[in-house]
Nanobody, 125 residues
Framework: QVHLVESGGGLVQAGRSLRLSCAASGRTFSGYAGGWFRQAPGKDREFVAAINWSGVNTYYADSVKGRFTISRDNAKNTMSLQMNSLKPEDTAVYYC??????????????????WGQGTQVTVSS
């Protein structure tokens, strides 16, 4: 099992930036595609960004494309999400995830094998 721990959330004004980090332990994270999801109050958990095992291919939800960047460092067993130009609608709990496969096949939460505990991101207007 891959154990994931997020950090870096917080309160920020609209237009500013935040960087989320995810530290993995246990089973080798580098063998799996990774991703970030978010869940706002009263809403379903939704896909934000994903990256394949090597870091070569990345995928983004339309709502964050051009503003967010996902990356990973397999040597350090970490993954990050750089969030720029934040908007109030980005407010949510953000979850780090390890997919069941090494390549990103589908970005559904059902394809996730391990979740982090979540970190709150609040963007004020």
């Amino acid at each position: 099992q891959v154990h994931l721990v997020e950090s870096g959330g917080g309160l920020v004004q609209a237009g500013r930036s935040l960087r989320l980090s995810c530290a993995a332990s246990g089973r080798t994270f580098s063998g799996y595609a990774g991703g970030w999801f978010r869940q706002a109050p009263g809403k379903d958990r939704e896909f934000v960004a994903a990256i394949n095992w090597s870091g070569v291919n990345t995928y983004y939800a339309d709502s964050v494309k051009g503003r967010f960047t996902i990356s990973r460092d397999n040597a350090k067993n970490t993954m990050s999400l750089q969030m720029n130009s934040l908007k109030p609608e980005d407010t949510a709990v953000y979850y780090c995830a390890a997919f069941r496969t090494s390549m990103v096949v589908r970005t559904s939460p059902l394809e996730v094998r391990s979740w982090g505990q979540g970190t709150q991101v609040t963007v004020s207007s």
